[in-house]
């Protein structure tokens, strides 16, 4: 009976013990680490990523894969699943009929040839240009706050008009930003050629045309044009063989074909909404060329997909008393051409019917 309390304090002690052998046998160096998105180059990245599929396999289709799995640093600004779907691209296999050339193109327009984070974009910068893999460049904007309101910064940000949904994916050569849509650039393209090039536009051509604004369309810039392509013109009536028949002498010409064309300006859609934000100007006026009246626009972004779109219409004076007409709209997905000369979106609906144009 002595003896049975030493023993139990033994068995007591023995839990204890083998806690301290294994802790002493641990080593850090067999650990499995967990994976981990951050530890990955960029072509695995988005090839692992659910919600970059296809640009994964733009990415592998063109033939950038070794290069985004090189050293960096690289910003990848890669368009989700859904904002390929915008344009038509549902599947991997929908890249086959893309040229390899324009499509090696594409994917390097949406690289940056450096890093850059969300914080290294000047707060309020409108258009700050970065250096991309194809030799262009691409605009950033940041939509911060209004000078009276940095309490509740909205830091809107976008890279050719297309809005940042997810920021700062840190990779290991470099950050991933995704956007809501695809950056739509044509180089060595001018409004003009990226007009002509498109049979739906041509009775908005033809009407650039007779009333002369389709030469300087070709010229330095910037311009920004909204178009309206055919279907609409023919919902209101007018074909092209009718614009032919249009007299100059008889029809203001500024408002008739002038007003979509904003001269000396160049404006993504996103920067309405910049403007509203940073400067709590709620629409955009401009004074139509040799004329008195005004074009006026104003844009929203949706809330849950970040998309920008835009409402814009004519007026007869900036203040009281004045006429307006029907606002007309556009598809997020269709506007924000970039061309070297300036921008065109696309416009779903007329500002102004030929028999509201009638010189007086």
């Known amino acids: 009976m002595k003896n049975r309390k030493p023993i139990r304090n033994l068995l007591l002690l023995i839990p204890a013990l083998l806690m301290l052998l294994f802790s002493a046998c641990k080593h850090d160096d067999l650990e499995i680490a967990k994976p981990n998105e951050n530890f990955r180059l960029a072509t695995d990245f988005v090839k692992n990523n659910y919600d970059l599929t296809l640009f994964s396999a733009a990415v592998e289709k063109s033939g950038m894969a070794e290069t985004l799995r090189g050293k960096g640093p690289f910003t990848l600004l890669a368009p989700s699943n859904s904002a390929f779907n915008e344009i038509g691209i549902t599947k991997a296999s929908d890249f086959d009929k893309m040229n390899t050339d324009s499509l090696k193109a594409m994917v390097q327009r949406h690289v940056l040839d450096q890093q850059l984070t969300f914080n290294q974009v000047p707060v309020n910068g409108v258009d700050i240009r970065y250096h991309t893999l194809a030799g262009t460049d691409v605009y950033a904007t940041l939509a911060s706050y ?75 810039g910037p311009f920004t044009v909204f178009a309206p392509q055919n279907s609409v013109f023919e919902a209101n009536g007018i074909t092209e063989a009718s614009v032919t028949t249009l007299d100059p002498a008889v029809y203001q010409g500024e408002r008739l074909f002038g007003s979509y064309i904003l001269n000396g300006k160049h404006f993504f859609i996103s920067d309405f909404n910049v403007f509203y934000i940073i400067n709590n100007e709620p629409t955009y006026s401009g004074q139509l060329e040799n004329d008195s009246w005004y074009f006026i626009i104003s844009s929203e972004r949706n809330f849950y997909t970040a998309a920008v779109s835009y409402s814009a219409h004519l007026q007869t004076a900036l203040s009281y008393p004045y006429d307006t007409y029907p606002a007309v709209t556009a598809i997020p997905a269709l506007t924000d051409n970039l061309t070297d000369n300036g921008l065109v979106h696309d416009m779903q609906g007329l500002l102004l019917l030929p028999e509201q144009a009638l010189k007086h």
């Open 146 to 220: 209004a000078p009276n309101n940095s309490a509740y910064p909205a830091n809107n940000l976008y890279f050719n008009g297309s809005s940042v949904t997810r920021k700062d994916v840190s990779i290991a050569n470099g950050i991933v930003h995704v956007l809501n849509k695809v950056m739509k650039v044509t180089p060595e393209s001018t409004v003009q050629d990226w007009l002509a090039k498109r049979p739906q536009y041509s009775i908005f051509v033809s009407g650039l045309k007779k009333f002369g604004f389709w030469n300087k369309l070709s010229g330095t």
